[in-house]
Structures are given as structure tokens and as C-alpha cells.
């Protein structure tokens, strides 16, 4: 088959393992950075140039667009589809999971378990919106951050009102927590691939820290799921509409809460944590699921 990856960079660990499984399985890979692309948006033979050329025409594309990106990188993703190439996850998908308060509202509409979240736009509903998910303490998190920037955990309610009120002000969207203090810092990353979980990993946070990321410093260990944190992962993608998902989950005394679900989950930690070739159950997944028309979108929508 002929696959391109979507990425900005071929050295990033992700892209190039997925680079590497997909050549030793036989085909042939072309990474192309969307913010270099530019299209022609025409009904009848759409089309993708990079630099005065003609993208060729790919069996699959493996989408892994950065949160900054995801406006440029989901147009570019949704050319491939008109173009009648298989995406690994639909454009539509990842628009949908990128905006946490979206995700967690079609979540929530499929009973997945879930931290009590609030939402307001006008600091005077603040006190209100604090009673709504039980008061301090509390997580406020910024509706578009990664790697836990944005999150803040707020021990007090005078510290919740002051840090809402602030982002307010900078007009941010954000959403406020209840905070999991049971979870102990960890969270647990489940890979979903299709309709399995094919890799967990157990991310603990530094001492005095309560966000895991990796990038902020967690630490990535082997765990084993539990038959309902399975099927809540597994439900949880679904919802989504993605088939290649990092769902996180944060263990509650009621049972697993999913926290958020990310379309372009990291392979590193979790290839590293637990020595499972992620990547290459990612190329068996397309080899298995290509049909030229499969795309139900076809980039619309
Ligand atoms: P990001 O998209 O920036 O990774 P997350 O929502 O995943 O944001 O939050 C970052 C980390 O903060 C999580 O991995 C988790 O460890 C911690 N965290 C987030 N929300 C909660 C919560 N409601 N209760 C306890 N810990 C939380
Ligand atoms: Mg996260």
C-alpha cells in the first residue's frame, strides 16, 4: 500500500516508528507536513500540492496532527478523504475529540463515567458553578490544552474564584472539575486500537504534583485493567468515532471516569512502558480496514 503520515516532523518518535513498522511490512510511506500542503478544493478531481507538485494518490493516511495544528491539519485530512483515501481516524473524529467540553458532552450522553464538570461564560455565575461540581478542591483546566498545561488544581475556593475570574478576564474557555483525589495522581492511559484495548500503561506524577503527563515529569508503569475500565475505554472511542485512541482514565472509589480521549495518542511512553509494538498493530489495523469508499464522511460534516 502506499500510506502517508501526516506529521510536522519525521523525527518525532510516533512518526518514524510508524514509519519504520509500515515499511517492514511491505509498504510504502511518505511523510508529508500538512502546514505545506495547500489544495484544490474542486468537486471533481480534488487534489493536494506540496511545493509547485501533486501529491500522488494514497491507499491510507495515518493523521498525527498537533493541537496547534488541528484547524490546517483537519482541512488538509479532509482533502485526503474527498480524495478517497482511508484515514486512520476521520477528521470529523479528531475535530470532536479536540474540544474537551464536546468530547465530554457526547461522552456524557453515553453514560461513560465521568468527573463532574461545570462550565460557565460570566464571572457572577462562578459561586454557583463551584457549588455545581462540590466546591474546593477543584481542577480548572482550559478547553484546548495539552500535556497538562492549563490545568490548574485549585485547594481552596478563593483560589478557584480568583483563577477563574483571571482566565475569564483573558476570555479563555474553561472548564472546572471536581477534583479525583483518590486517583493519587495517576492516571491510566488506555491504547485502543478498533475494538480492543491493546496497551495500558499506569502514569504517576512527581511528588507534589498532581497531573501524570509525561511531560510534566510522570512516570509510566505496566498495569492491569479491570473488565470495566476495558469496556469504558472501549466505549469511550467509539463514542468518538475515533478507531486509533488514547482514552485516560482516572480511577474514582465509583468506578473509572474517563478524563479525556486523545486521536493522536503517543506511542513512545507507552511502546517503552509496556514492549508492545504499538505501531505495528497500527499498520496490520489499516492493512485490515482499507476499502477504498470506507470513509463514511468523505470529508464533510
Ligand atoms: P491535558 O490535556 O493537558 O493532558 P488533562 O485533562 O489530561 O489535560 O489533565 C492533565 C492531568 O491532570 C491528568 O493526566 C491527571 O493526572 C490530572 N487531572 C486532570 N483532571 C483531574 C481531575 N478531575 N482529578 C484529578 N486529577 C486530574
Ligand atoms: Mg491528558
Known amino acids: 500500500m502506499q500510506i502517508a503520515i501526516m ?3 519525521r523525527n518525532l518518535y510516533s512518526t518514524s516508528r ?3 513498522a509500515a515499511e517492514a511490512r511491505g509498504h510504502e510511506v511518505k511523510i508529508i507536513d500538512p502546514l505545506k500542503c ?4 474542486n468537486m471533481n478531481a480534488p487534489s493536494i500540492h506540496v511545493r509547485g507538485e501533486e501529491l500522488p494518490k494514497f491507499d491510507a493516511v495515518i493523521p498525527r496532527i498537533g493541537a496547534s495544528v488541528t484547524f490546517y491539519g483537519t482541512a488538509v485530512l479532509r482533502q485526503f478523504e474527498m480524495m ?6 476521520e477528521s470529523v473524529a479528531i475535530t470532536r475529540s479536540r474540544d474537551k467540553l464536546r468530547s465530554l458532552q457526547l461522552l ?14 460570566q464571572p457572577a455565575d462562578v459561586p454557583d458553578l463551584l457549588d455545581m461540581v462540590g466546591g474546593a478542591p477543584c481542577v480548572i483546566k482550559l478547553l484546548e490544552g495539552t500535556q497538562g498545561i492549563g490545568v490548574v488544581l485549585a485547594e481552596t475556593r478563593k483560589a478557584a474564584e480568583s483563577v477563574i475570574e483571571a482566565f475569564m478576564g483573558l476570555k479563555a474557555n474553561i472548564m472546572v472539575q471536581e477534583y479525583i483525589a483518590e486517583a493519587g495522581g ?3 492511559r488506555c491504547f485502543v486500537i478498533g475494538d480492543r484495548v491493546i496497551a495500558a500503561m499506569k502514569r504517576q506524577a512527581l511528588p507534589g504534583e498532581f497531573r501524570s503527563n509525561l511531560h510534566r515529569g510522570g512516570s509510566a508503569s505496566i498495569v492491569k485493567l479491570t473488565p470495566e475500565e476495558r469496556s469504558t475505554a472501549l466505549r469511550a472511542a467509539k463514542t468518538m468515532g475515533l478507531n486509533v485512541a488514547g482514552v485516560d482514565i482516572l480511577r474514582s472509589k465509583h468506578g473509572p471516569l474517563v478524563m479525556e480521549v486523545n486521536s493522536s495518542p503517543g506511542l513512545e511512553g507507552i511502546e ?3 514492549g508492545i509494538d504499538v505501531a505495528e498493530k497500527i499498520i496490520q489495523f489499516i492493512e485490515k480496514n482499507v476499502k477504498p469508499t470506507s470513509s463514511k464522511t468523505k470529508g464533510v460534516g
Open 186 to 188: 495517576a492516571d491510566i
Open 38 to 41: 495547500y489544495m484544490n478544493i
Open 18 to 20: 510508524l514509519k519504520e
Open 84 to 89: 478517497g483515501t482511508h484515514p486512520l481516524n
Open 272 to 274: 517503552k512502558a509496556t
Open 7 to 9: 506529521s510536522r516532523n
Open 108 to 121: 456524557s450522553r453515553k453514560s461513560i463515567g465521568l468527573p463532574v464538570t461545570g462550565f460557565a461564560n
